[in-house]
């Protein structure tokens, strides 16, 4: 993710050790995947209690764009600033494999660049990663128009095929998915371009170059 | 010192793989057919030190809640304190 931000698309990134403070003029938050803690109890429920995620929330609260993807995602959920949970997938393996994307919110500061419904060919990898939340949070999701990503067909039984969600506001989003794998034709073997949309969309956002 | 033993289980109606797989692949093919349905859960045990049992079964109540131990979206959680 930092070589993605820094050398694709030569944004100022700076990664923060998670017991350190934020400093205030950041212009976008990004929790990247792998794994923290080595899923001891819940993927990311324990990341969730570092203290650098008070700024975080403090942050997302005042409207910076945050993105978590794969383990971020998951920290994101336990953090409470995304609904739902990620569940072990159905197999019980780790799922390493190329899907499809649909792109279902294109308002986000992650999203504003790409056409509603666009694919975008994208790796998933994780052993966690089966979005679930209960009914009445799906049709809040719904209503809300918080469903940012699905998958163009049903990889791990996530409720509604959900990839990824933002919070009522826009400005958060999370997502199961790599788009940082994706972005470069040298390892992207079907298409690089429409990955890459979720970080031009971040960098029309913020506006910020090097 | 009590024990309080937390069990955490995914509510029911929401999948148990894990489960499924101990019936399917192992009970149903050891031919024990009277099995229906199992179940798995994780479970903690917290040694604590409080003045009485309902001091420590509430802290440790509390502090889960707090403290995510589990998620409230999925999963289902029992207390007993010994």
């Known amino acids: ?210 | 010192m009590f024990e309080v033993q937390v069990i955490i289980e995914n509510k029911p109606g929401i999948s148990d793989p894990e489960g499924a797989t101990i019936l399917n692949d192992l009970v149903l093919k050891g031919s024990y057919s009277s099995v229906k349905k199992i179940r798995s859960a994780k479970m903690l045990r917290f040694q604590i030190s409080t003045t009485n049992k309902k001091t420590a079964e509430e802290t440790v109540q509390k502090l889960c809640n707090e403290l995510r131990i589990y998620n409230p979206m999925v999963s289902k959680v029992t207390f007993t304190v010994n």
Not at chain 1, 6 to 20: P, R
Not at chain 1, 102 to 118: D, G, H, Q, S
Not at chain 1, 173 to 200: C, Q, T, W
């Open chain 1, 1 to 210: 993710m930092y070589h993605v931000l820094l050398d694709v698309f030569k944004l100022d990134v700076k990664y923060f050790w998670h017991e350190d403070k934020l400093p205030k003029d950041l212009d976008a938050i990004v929790l990247p995947g792998g794994f923290s803690y080595g899923d001891r109890l819940r993927a990311g429920v324990i990341a969730a209690h570092s203290p650098i995620i008070a700024d975080v929330k403090r942050m997302a609260d005042k409207g910076m764009p945050v993105l978590g993807v794969c383990n971020g995602f998951q920290i994101l959920v336990e953090s409470e600033l995304l609904p739902g949970v990620l569940l072990k997938n159905t197999s019980l393996n780790f799922m390493c494999r190329w899907t499809e994307l649909i792109v279902e919110n294109n308002k986000t500061p992650f999203t504003n660049k790409f056409a509603l419904k666009e694919r975008i060919p994208i790796p998933i990898a994780n052993g966690e990663g089966r979005y679930y939340v209960d009914k009445a949070t799906l049709a809040m999701l719904k209503k809300n128009n918080q469903i940012v990503f699905r998958y163009g067909e049903s990889v791990n039984n996530s409720v509604f095929d959900i990839a990824g969600i933002c919070n009522k506001e826009g400005n958060v989003v999370g997502m199961m998915p790599h788009p940082e794998r994706a972005v470069e034709a040298e390892i992207n073997p079907r298409d690089s371009k429409p990955a890459s949309v979720i970080f031009e969309s971040l960098i029309t956002t913020v506006g910020a170059r090097k």
